[in-house]
Structures are given as C-alpha cells and as structure tokens.
C-alpha cells in the first residue's frame, strides 16, 4: 500500500537558517502529494501541494518539489522564523486534491530559536 | 473561514465506558468528515469516512462496531469509543470538507486516556 516517510524529529534551529524536512513516498499510479502544518493547539493546514511530477508548490517562502525520479517531496525554507515552529506533516493522496483518503508521514517537529 | 473544532479537547475515562467525541465545522457545511487516529510519534491513520445522511466507510483493520461513527447533520460528526480500554488510548483527530473546496479542514484533536 501507500506509505509516506519523513526525516525523523526533532528539527533546532536558529532563525534565519536554512530549513530542509525530507519526505519520501511509495505509491501506486500518480499521487498528488501534500505539506500540512501543525501550530500548537490548532488543527492540521495544508500549506502546499504538487499534483503531478515536477510541479514545485510553495506557500509562506515554503517550497517543495514533486521529484518523481526518487519519489521525494522535501520541504525547504531559505530562511527560518520562529512563527515556523510547528509539526510538518508529508502526505499523499492518490487523487488530485487533497479531499480524499490522505497517507500521512509521522510528522517533523521543528524548533526554531531566536 | 473553514474551522472545524473538536469536542473535548482532552478525556479520561475508565476502562469499559463509553466516549463520544464530537466533530463540527463551524463556518461551512460539510458533505464529508473523515476522522484519524494517531499513536504518538506515528502518523496520522484514517480509520473512518463518513458522508451525511450515509453509514460510515471505514478502512481495513478498523473495528465499526468499537468505533462508532454518526455524521447527522453537515456540520456534525460524533465518534463513540465504545467499551473503551487502555489500548484505545490515543489523539483522535477529525477532518473535514467539501466537493467545491476539494480540501479536507482538521480539527485541533481530542487526546483520549483510558484508565
């Protein structure tokens, strides 16, 4: 079946420094594949999606690349703030929206310092 | 816009009672709400989807008669644990959403101990 694996957590850095999570999947057919992120106390928001090979989502100077070669999804930021700290989900869904059976990786928990 | 909340946020009961959780989008209707269970430091896993009006679809491994799912109403979705036991202990969390939007909406999560 699907699976998603993301770098395990969790993730301390200073602010301004450059953020990569890695994401890897295994699926069947064309997944489209998904970043969710998690503030403390809030539920689950996507923050960028890619629906098909080489499309690059981006959202809030979050950027991620669907590479189909190695079937990665990771999620870089040039810079880190401390409002990004939060829980970084990857997904897929085996549809072209997010409004379906979604796999979820274990989450990236990330610490951004001052 | 699109809010779903959960309620409680958090619940302690006894082995062999009953939990019900509930699920509500705030600001839209929803025509589907599909409801997770995490294990600390797992990823989420979707136990259940439920259309308005119909029976729950729930996925493989999951037992529907332990987990009991009503979606009444397009802006409400309860989860029963029933008979609940320290192996049932978990983050549920519930989503939900729409055919226009093409997006599932999460809830915050319920943290549930089971004595």
């Known amino acids: 079946g699907d699976s998603v694996t993301q770098m395990e957590g969790p993730v301390t850095l200073s602010e301004e420094a450059f953020l990569t999570i890695n994401c890897t999947y295994t699926?069947?057919?064309?997944?489209?594949l998904f970043w969710y992120v998690q503030y403390p106390g809030e539920g689950l928001q996507l923050l960028l999606k890619a629906t098909k090979a080489d499309d690059k989502g981006s959202n809030k100077g979050f950027e991620a690349t669907y590479r189909k070669e190695t079937t990665s999804f990771h999620l870089e930021k040039g810079s880190v703030q401390v409002s990004d700290s939060a829980v970084y989900f990857c997904?897929?869904?085996?549809?072209?929206?997010?409004?379906?059976?979604?796999?979820f990786g274990q989450g990236t928990i990330l610490t951004v310092h001052p | 816009g699109a809010v779903v909340s959960q309620h409680p946020s958090w619940v302690i009961c006894k082995s062999g009672t009953s939990v019900k959780i509930e699920c509500r989008s705030l600001d839209f209707q929803a025509t589907t709400m599909f409801w997770y269970r995490q294990f600390p430091k797992q990823s989420l896993m979707l136990m259940a989807t439920s259309n308005e009006g119909s029976k729950a679809t729930y996925e493989q491994g999951v037992e529907k008669d332990k987990f009991l799912i009503n979606h009444a109403s397009l802006t409400l979705s309860t989860l029963t644990v029933t008979s609940a036991h320290p192996e049932d202990s978990s983050f549920y969390i519930c989503?939900?959403?729409?055919?226009?939007?093409?997006?599932?909406?999460f809830g915050p999560g319920t943290r549930l101990t089971v004595l």
């Open positions: 997904a897929l869904s085996d549809g072209s929206t997010s409004y379906g059976k979604l796999t």
């Open positions: 989503s939900a959403g729409t055919s226009v939007d093409n997006e599932q909406f």
């Open positions: 699926a069947t057919g064309y997944p489209s």
